[in-house]
């Protein structure tokens, strides 16, 4: 069983920036995408980011310009690095990981981690 942790989230002021990572414990693994997940109080899950393991990117338009997705693919680690927080980024931020199995994938994900931006 592959689990993801998560680290970075908390209280900021609006304006302010916090970095999350995410890697999966235990051994290495090969992982293909990796991303970005959030879910605001009272709302439905939404993307954030993404990069694949060669490296292409999608962001969310609510997020990009403000917001960047960067992994390190030797310490099979993700990051998302927030800048100019708005309180309507409030959500608990979930990755997950693609990881394969065979002929497909299967996706992982960390337990959430709470971003609060107060205004």
């Known amino acids: 069983q592959v689990k993801l942790v998560e680290s970075g989230g908390g209280l900021v002021q609006a304006g302010g920036s916090l970095r999350l990572s995410c890697a999966p414990s235990?051994?290495?693994?090969?992982?293909?995408?990796m991303g970005w997940h959030r879910q605001p109080p009272g709302k439905q899950r939404e993307l954030v980011a993404t990069?694949?393991?060669?490296?292409?990117?999608n962001y969310a338009d609510s997020v990009k310009g403000r917001f960047t997705i960067s992994r390190d693919n030797a310490k099979n680690t993700v990051y998302l690095q927030m800048d100019s927080l708005k309180p309507e980024d409030t959500a608990v931020y979930y990755c997950?990981?693609?990881?394969?199995?065979?002929?497909?994938?299967?996706?992982?994900w960390g337990q959430g981690t709470q971003v609060t931006v107060s205004s």
């Open positions: 997950y990981g693609d990881f394969p199995r065979g002929s497909t994938e299967f996706r992982y």
């Open positions: 235990g051994s290495m693994f090969s992982i293909n995408t």
């Open positions: 990069v694949t393991s060669r490296g292409n990117l």
